[in-house]
């Protein structure tokens, strides 16, 4: 089994930074590509941001370009280091992770448990 954990969450205020973390676990062969996605509240859950484990791209939603930055300081961990934070950021933000497992050929998605991020006006 694999498990993805994140931490980091919390509430700041508009201006404010957060950093996230994710470290997965487990029965893995390789991990592909990990990042973040996020939902708000009566919306759909959204990329804000993700990186390739081969190459280091990176990929950024729009709306979180310039202000967060996903990155990976060892195999297993992937971060999200958020500045300038908006309230329009508010949201439960999820770690993915694209994961062969030891006892399977093709990858899976993996997702954490979530965090809330709450970012006051």
């Known amino acids: 089994q694999v498990q993805l954990v994140e931490s980091g969450g919390g509430w700041v205020q508009y201006g404010g930074s957060l950093r996230l973390s994710c470290a997965a676990s487990g029965s893995i062969r390789r991990i592909i590509a990990m990042g973040w996605y996020r939902q708000a509240p009566g919306k759909q859950r959204e990329l804000v941001a993700y990186i390739n484990s081969d190459s280091g791209t990176t990929i950024y939603a729009d709306s979180v370009k310039g202000r967060f930055t996903v990155s990976r300081d060892n195999p297993n961990t992937v971060y999200l280091q958020m500045n300038r934070l908006e309230p329009e950021d508010t949201a439960v933000y999820y770690c993915?992770?694209?994961?062969?497992?030891?006892?399977?050929?093709?990858?899976?998605?993996?997702w954490g448990q979530g965090t809330q991020v709450t970012v006051s006006s």
């Open positions: 993915n992770a694209r994961i062969q497992q030891l006892s399977t050929i093709s990858p899976n998605n993996y």
